[in-house]
């Protein structure tokens, strides 16, 4: 049942590309977005004022890189809640607004209460679930289906890499509507999407390069992740996935917040991974990943395949394939995903089962 492969999560990391090209090929029609969402045509859409997006875990941290990839295409604002947090702190929601739950399972108790207080508003829900049929699905006002398969291992993979995949269709799709974007802009992101698979297949491939940052950080305490923009977001979601997979403890942080505080935590040897996708930020992060080398941090560092490392920053670089900018965290979280899974297995954890944890979180 695991493929051949040891593990759930190996095996579901190695199914993501053909996860994401089974969810995005079916959706994408010469060079445009074909989201066929029965309750929600394209005129509503048109008119939606703001988005809010309502998750749990890994789900709201896709939310948060959905936030970058639809504010930054189609220039409409988007808050991105915690579900637990969203139903108790009395939201402000617009009658042109919708709430988007982005779940797995389509069963977490938090987010399922999210949806139904949005309802109760009579706000307009949209669900972008896994499972079928599942109690998100059925009760959302419409649903995308993200087409991924069962996950099993508790550590959400695969599941995370079509959640964007579907997020980045709204995106163009809400881009296209609301003329932020030309037809020919359209169509240009709609062929790097469809070629986003292969991508993802390349950066799978980059493992041998993962387990010799793996060994190094088998025997770490803490780890801290720094980036900057949505790359942030990927800090936040590799510093869940090896938290809860191999029991470090680790932080994720806003580079640029470092010196207000964190920073007195780095010492000789403190492990530092900086991710840096973006070229625009690139220069920022790399200042701060000067400052923590210099008060002794071992530094690791994800970027572009074509960014121009100084010989003498990181002890580790990952490359990841080139994409474009704003599609660049379906290819980074790859490798970081690879890095989870390996600590854990050198560290002997139970790799598909952490202790304390379910794969569903039926209870607020
Ligand atoms: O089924 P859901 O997507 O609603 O689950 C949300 C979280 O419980 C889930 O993503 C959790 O954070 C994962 N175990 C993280 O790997």
Redesign the pocket.
Known sequence: EKGGYPHFMLKEIHEEPDAVRRCLSPRIRNGHIELNISGLPDEALAKTERIHIV?????MHAGLVGRYAIESLARVPVEVDIASEFRYRNPILGKNDLVVL????G??AD?LAALRLAKEHGIRTLAIVNVPGSSIAREADDVLYTWAGPEIA???TK?YLVQLAVLYLVAVKLASLHETLSAKEESALCKELLEIPEKIQEAVESEPAVLECAQKLKDAQHVFFIGRGVDYTLCMESS??LK?VSYIHCEAYAAGELKHGTISLIEQGTPVIAVATQPALYPKTVSNLEEVKARGADVMLVCGKDANVEADLAANVLRVPNVHDVLAPMAAIVPLQLLAYHIAVLRGCDVDKPRN?AK??TVE
């Open positions: 998750a749990c875990g890994t789900a982005i779940s797995q399972s069963e977490t987010t508790v550590a959400s599941a869940l996935k809860e944890l569903s979180v």
